[in-house]
């Protein structure tokens, strides 16, 4: 919020008086401009929409949408969890929220696609293969995508570490030997968390290469990247939507598993035999015969 107010501040000379009272709009009920359209915030600080427009542009955005995406932002990351929830029943208003959630998760979806450093992905898969080990952190609702990842690395690599993180001391401890022959592998979207935030500056510190699967350039796990791969998040109620970061780490690990596959498919043809030796899936008629992928 202080980029969006200083940035406001440094513009309030040269902005009109429509432009001023747009400001002003977002300043006091920033909450609530979140989510506004063009048209709806004109029409709530007395002005046109390409008043709105121009107003973006004066603050020294490419349009509307990118001032948009910046509230949000800051909405994400001031408001308590009641708060989110207040936000998000007034910006579905009367609509299904199923229609909602999941038109607004394949928007972010797209917006990802479009936008994400194509570079920096390439710079990521070629991090994890030539790692001596791969530390994989991720905190409060990021953890469930560490978890994954660790999950399907595991079966392509034996150097992996998910790193716990119940408490700060421990997360260093478990990172101790960590030098420049290795990655870490970070996930975090707002609010951010001290915890993975400090993890990822000793991770730097080491010379280890940091892949960050974050929300922008300037999250706080991005400073120092090796890469930095940006996914389009959001709220749904209190909840973090985080099917774009998903998406990401299923293509990590899709570009990783085609890098590897000769090697993984002599792992899997070794596991199979295991899991039907001693039935760890359903091979009944019935069953539906699930493999480790859908495990």
């Known amino acids: 919020m202080q980029d969006l107010l200083k940035i406001i501040d440094d513009a309030m000379p040269t902005l009109s008086k429509g ?23 004109g029409e709530e ?14 603050l020294g955005f490419d349009g509307y949408p990118a001032l948009q995406h910046m509230v949000q932002e800051t909405v994400r990351m001031r408001l308590t969890s009641l708060q989110r929830i207040e936000v998000t029943n007034k910006r579905f208003g009367t609509t299904s929220v199923l229609d909602a959630v999941l038109t607004s998760d394949a928007e972010k979806i797209k917006y990802t696609l479009d936008h994400i450093d194509r570079a920096a992905f390439d710079r990521a898969v070629e991090a994890i293969l030539g790692a001596r080990t791969i530390y994989i952190i991720g905190v409060r609702s990021s953890s469930a995508l560490a978890e994954f990842l660790n999950y399907y ?22 990172l101790l030997r960590m030098d420049e022959r290795d990655v870490m592998l970070a996930v975090s979207f707002p609010r951010y968390s001290s915890r993975i935030v400090n993890a990822v500056e000793y991770a730097s510190q080491t010379g280890a290469k940091v892949v960050s699967v974050t929300d922008s350039e300037n999250s706080p796990i991005a400073k120092g990247a090796h890469a930095v ?23 990590l690990l899709a570009a990783v598993t085609r890098k590897k596959q000769d090697e993984l498919a002599a792992t899997l043809t070794k596991l199979e035999d295991v899991w039907d030796t001693f ?3 359903d091979k009944s008629e019935n069953g539906h015969g699930e493999n480790a992928s859908h495990e």
């Open 19 to 41: 432009q001023k009272r747009i400001a002003n709009f977002i300043r006091e009920h920033y909450d609530k401009a979140a989510y506004m359209t063009a048209a709806q915030l």
């Open 45 to 58: 600080a007395d002005v046109s929409e390409s008043t709105v427009v121009r107003f973006a542009l004066e």
């Open 153 to 174: 690395l595991s079966y392509m690599f034996e150097n992996v570490r998910l790193i716990r993180t119940t408490s700060g001391s421990e997360i260093f401890e478990q």
């Open 229 to 251: 791969l940006t996914a389009r998040s959001d709220m749904a109620s209190f909840v973090d939507s985080l099917v774009a970061p998903l998406s990401i780490i299923n293509a």
């Open 279 to 281: 039935h760890v899936y």
